[in-house]
T-cell receptor
Framework: AQSVTQLDSHVSVSEGTPVLLRCNYS??????LFWYVQHPNKGLQLLLK??????LVKGINGFEAEFKKSETSFHLTKPSAHMSDAAEYFC???????????FGKGNQVVVIP | ETGVTQSPTHLIKTRGQQVTLRCSSQ?????VSWYQQALGQGPQFIFQ???????GRGNFPPRFSGLQFPNYSSELNVNALELDDSALYLC?????????????FGPGTRLTVT
């Protein structure tokens, strides 16, 4: 069964400092991995995805993530946080061939001016 | 290109009642998935419809049912509502291609059961 673990349910970062959100996955097969962002009262937006191509994936708004199979990790990073990055971030895995998505519990990111 | 839309935006129902939520998929997409997001939690997969047939189901009881229409829009029906059904219900559409595909989410329907 596929699953995702996101530690640190709440993350506070100062504006202009790096953002690191950790994600570890469990999967029986070669997984597809995603990061989605959810702003208050808005739908989920895809930030980036890994589907067995390059292990370093670049997404929108300066975010990137690296797939490490040996560590079963897919951590999300951004060099410099912006106030508009305040939102909830979900790490997601899919490996069942039908693209059934399994979400982590999310990281609530607060950006301090 | 029109994105995924859901209706209604908000809904308040009483325990024991029935509810129908609607989703219009993005143009060109033939697959719709439904998710339940309880407060403070990540979305949980309910079921998926592909070409009008159910194509996978999560750990939800049979009182959660769905339909997909020839135009690929979809409905989620919940019977005998319980207080724990209060959540944000998300619809996502996608188009199957070889090698996987992305899901595009609608804004959701906030259901409150009292």
């Amino acid at each position: 069964a596929q699953s995702v673990t996101q530690l640190d349910s709440h993350v506070s970062v100062s504006e202009g400092t790096p953002v690191l959100l950790r994600c570890n996955y469990s999967s029986s097969y070669s997984p597809s991995l995603f990061w989605y962002v959810q702003h208050p009262n808005k739908g989920l937006q895809l930030l980036l995805k890994y589907t067995s191509a390059a292990t370093l994936v670049k997404g929108i708004n300066g975010f990137e993530a690296e797939f490490k199979k040996s560590e079963t990790s897919f951590h999300l990073t951004k060099p410099s946080a912006h106030m508009s990055d305040a939102a909830e971030y979900f790490c997601v895995v899919s490996d069942d061939g039908n693209n059934r998505l399994a979400f982590g519990k999310g990281n609530q990111v607060v950006v301090i001016p | 290109e029109t994105g995924v839309t859901q209706s209604p935006t908000h809904l308040i129902k009483t325990r024991g009642q029935q509810v129908t939520l609607r989703c219009s998929s993005q143009s060109g997409h033939n697959t719709v998935s439904w998710y339940q997001q309880a407060l403070g939690q990540g979305p949980q997969f309910i079921f998926q419809y592909y070409r009008e047939e159910e194509n996978g189901r999560g750990n939800f009881p049979p009182r959660f049912s769905g339909l997909q229409f020839p135009n690929y829009s979809s409905e989620l029906n919940v019977n005998a509502l319980e207080l724990d059904d209060s959540a944000l219900y998300l619809c996502a559409s996608s188009s199957r291609t070889s090698g996987g595909y992305e899901q595009y989410f609608g804004p959701g329907t906030r259901l409150t059961v009292t």
